[in-house]
């Protein structure tokens, strides 16, 4: 049954004003590293709480520079989780270190803390946690660890702007973070991302890493270090003013949203929604993503995506574990079973429509089309009431 409207899976949110701003750039004489730049990064500076704003051209830059500038190389092995977008752990990998999987906790979906004193080795220089679908990590205990070591910690926050814990804003935590300016997360600069820290060194370098690596005063065919082209133009700077102006409300907007899903989602025994925050943790919400109880398998999850976009119903499995990507599994030799949480979960999720504006009839729609997946693949897997059992209900 197609609905008559597709729901996509995301959908940005630019306002008239957003195009207002881009096309002021546009009428003007400079479409990159102009005035809209150094605005940009300012205001982010202050939406992050970190002294200085990187602005590059996409989170994984941005993640790059944050190895690059902690001096992590060959022979360095940084702790992470597999349960992430592959660039956390590539960015790690483009300088010669070595990415260090710990399984996740089944519950927040982030690094788990207590596994991470079982990974370590005299080649650990360094921890990079992820703040999964927008939940901060619980970096008390993994600043903890990492101040004992002297470790360095670099928080991939590209899906978790605006989230604290306990006042303190995510990406604030380590030495320095990435943000992820893509149309799917919270604000956006069409294609876009940033470095943030409190370390004038790491931003200095950051900058000139970006622009060709040019130094401060010099010209434009003088080049000091080895550099990269990760500018940000002026045209997606102004539509990241135009987004980072309206962050605390679409932030909110996006929390009602995932609330409302939580609530709806309550009469579908075989999913389970995204845990309660800790108390004194602030969510930025990414993506909405529930997770089939235990007794379904990845097959079962897979057809119930399938017939969710039979339906017009834009639909994902959200992550595919890093550690089984091919080539990482090709140059590493990890198998399947390595990382049994990471794996259970990953194997189970789904994430459903989530963005500013979906409206309750269109996550009525969505809500039913789930049921009417889930119905059709239990009739011929496993009764629904074996499944309410299972699921204590
Ligand atoms: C956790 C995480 N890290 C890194 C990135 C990379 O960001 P980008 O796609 O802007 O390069 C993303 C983007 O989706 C992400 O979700």
Not at 69 to 78: F, I, Q, R, S, Y
Not at 214 to 228: C, F, I, K, T, V
Request: a negative charge; hydrophobic letters at 40%.
């Amino acid at each position: 049954m197609l609905n008559s409207q597709p729901i996509p899976l995301s959908s940005p949110d630019v306002s008239p004003q957003d195009r207002q701003l881009v096309l002021d750039v546009l009428s003007g004489p400079t479409l990159s590293l102009g005035p809209m730049l150094p605005a940009f990064e300012k205001a982010l500076a202050a939406a992050a709480g970190t002294q200085y704003a990187v602005a590059v051209n996409s989170g994984t830059s941005a993640l790059h520079l944050c190895v690059k500038a902690a001096g992590l190389g060959a022979g360095d092995e940084v702790i992470t989780s597999p349960f992430s977008f592959v660039a956390s752990s590539n960015c790690l990998l483009f300088e010669g270190a070595m990415p260090r999987f710990v399984d996740i906790d089944p519950e927040t979906y982030n690094i788990d803390p207590a596994l991470i004193p079982g990974a370590v080795n005299e080649r650990t220089r360094g921890v990079l946690p992820i703040h999964v679908f927008g939940r901060p990590c619980d970096m008390e205990t993994i600043n903890h660890l990492a101040a004992r070591k002297n470790w360095v910690v670099i928080e991939d926050s590209c899906e978790a702007i605006g989230a604290s814990i306990n006042g303190k804003l995510a990406g604030s935590f380590g030495q320095s973070a990435c943000f992820a300016f893509y149309p799917n997360k919270q604000i956006t600069t069409g294609e876009g991302g940033a470095l943030i820290t409190d370390d004038e060194r790491v931003a200095r370098l950051a900058k000139s890493w970006r622009n060709q690596g040019r130094g401060d005063g010099g010209s434009w065919l003088q080049h000091e270090r080895l550099g990269y082209n990760y500018r940000l133009s002026d045209v997606n700077c102004a539509l990241g003013i135009g987004q980072l102006s309206r962050l605390d409300s679409i932030l909110q907007m996006r929390e009602s949203v995932a609330r409302e899903y939580t609530a709806r989602l309550a009469e579908v025994p075989e999913v389970i929604v995204p845990a309660p925050v800790k108390e004194g943790t602030v969510m930025s919400w990414f993506v909405y993503v529930i997770r089939l109880r235990d007794e379904f398998s990845r097959a079962d999850r897979d057809r119930i995506l399938e017939s969710l976009r039979g339906e017009g119903i834009g639909c994902n499995n959200y992550f595919s574990p890093i550690h089984l990507q091919d080539f990482y599994q090709k140059e590493f030799g990890y198998r399947r079973g390595d990382f049994p949480v990471t794996e259970l979960v990953a194997d189970r999720t789904i994430a459903l429509p989530f963005f500013n504006h979906l409206s309750p009839a269109q996550m009525e729609t969505v809500v039913a089309s789930l049921k009417r997946a889930i119905g059709s693949l239990s009739r011929g897997v496993v009764s629904v009431p074996e499944l309410a059992a299972a699921a204590g209900r």
